[in-house]
């Protein structure tokens, strides 16, 4: 079973060479201390940074460079800062080519919801939904379950929705899944993890083919 760190640690694997990256608040805003020193990306930020680097070290904080989530972060040599209109208007044209996102619901149709728990004051949805209506590559990091044990990965989401259909994979504590036309599919275990494991903590369809080999970091 894997701990936040390493749930990024695995999404990192799958940033390419050349990406625009966005990375959402929670557990994605650690990918960027995880990927490889042998490629180039470019971090982004809606609140109008381009160019962020890994977390800054104990003492070496600088209050006003901040992501979207409020946390101190670095700049990387040739780092730049905008309004959020030039932000959104990365995000709204498709101009980023991988956006990592956390979630507390996903339908095995590739629904996401991640913004409100009715009932719950929220300050509002910041750029999810932008996000997700123009991303064509989503990848989720979430934990299998709640705090009571039960699934987040549904056959239907019970919250209000934040985009509909567009998950493509999803990495848990658990699991590498792929949302696919008819349900997610297992492409890895988390060491030491088993297939009736990752099932019993699956409400949506599980698609199981072959041999499930154990994630590599």
């Known amino acids: 079973m ?26 994605p805003t650690l990918v960027a201390n995880y990927v490889r020193d042998d490629i180039q990306v470019e971090f982004q930020s809606e609140n109008g940074v381009l160019g962020m680097g890994p977390f800054p070290f104990e003492g070496e904080e600088d ?11 670095t700049t990387l040599p040739g780092a730049s800062f905008f309004d959020s209109a030039t932000s959104f208007g990365m995000i709204r044209g498709q101009h980023v080519d991988l ?3 956390g979630a507390m619901e996903v ?11 009715p009932g719950k004051m929220v300050k509002g ?7 997700v209506a123009s991303a064509e590559n989503i990848i989720v990091a ?22 509909v259909e567009c998950v493509k994979k999803i990495v848990t504590n658990l699991a590498v ?41």
Not at 142 to 163: F, I
Request: glycine content about 10%.
């Open 2 to 27: 894997l701990d936040k760190n390493q749930i990024a640690q695995r999404i990192a694997q799958e940033v390419q060479d050349g990406y625009y990256v966005n990375l959402g608040i929670g557990i």
């Open 63 to 73: 209050p006003d460079v901040i992501n979207a989530g409020k946390q101190t972060i």
């Open 142 to 163: 979430m934990m299998h379950t709640n705090k009571r044990g039960e699934s987040k990965l549904l056959k239907r989401c019970s919250l209000p929705l934040t985009g």
């Open 125 to 131: 949805m910041g750029g999810a939904m932008d996000l």
């Open 177 to 217: 899944l792929e949302v696919t036309e008819n349900g997610f599919k297992l492409l890895e275990r988390a060491p030491s993890v088993s297939i009736e494991e990752i099932k019993k903590a699956t409400e949506g369809e599980l698609i199981v083919k072959g041999d499930v080999p154990e994630m590599k970091f």
């Open 99 to 101: 956006t990592i996102l």
């Open 107 to 117: 339908a095995e149709n590739g629904d996401i919801a991640n913004w409100k728990i």
